[in-house]
């Protein structure tokens, strides 16, 4: 079998609607398992696991957003632009509503 470069076959640049649903589920079981084990450690009074607790909670929410932009069409639309948010920045944060820019003017 040869590893010419040329036969490799190149990422789409947009998940399909069945990868982004496979990467947002990974990050939703994640988070679960998280606040999970922070309700087992017992210490749910400590700031920190409070702030911890509000923290993953809303990026659960931010998880079920992004399944409903999939089920409407939008998924992958930065909702500041409404340019494509690019393939790479869905791999890695599969819940973003945002491209880099537009996220550091939301975040601003």
Known sequence: MSLDA?????????????EARQRLEHARNTRMTQLRALGESGQADDQLMSAQKGAIERVLKEIEEAFARIDDGTYGTCLGCRKPVPGE???????????????RRAAA
Request: hydrophobic share 30%; aromatic share 8%.
């Open 89 to 103: 920045r869905l791999e890695i944060l599969p819940y973003t509503r945002y491209c880099v820019a537009c996220q």
């Open 6 to 18: 040329s036969r490799i076959e190149p990422r789409p640049e947009r998940l399909t609607a069945h």
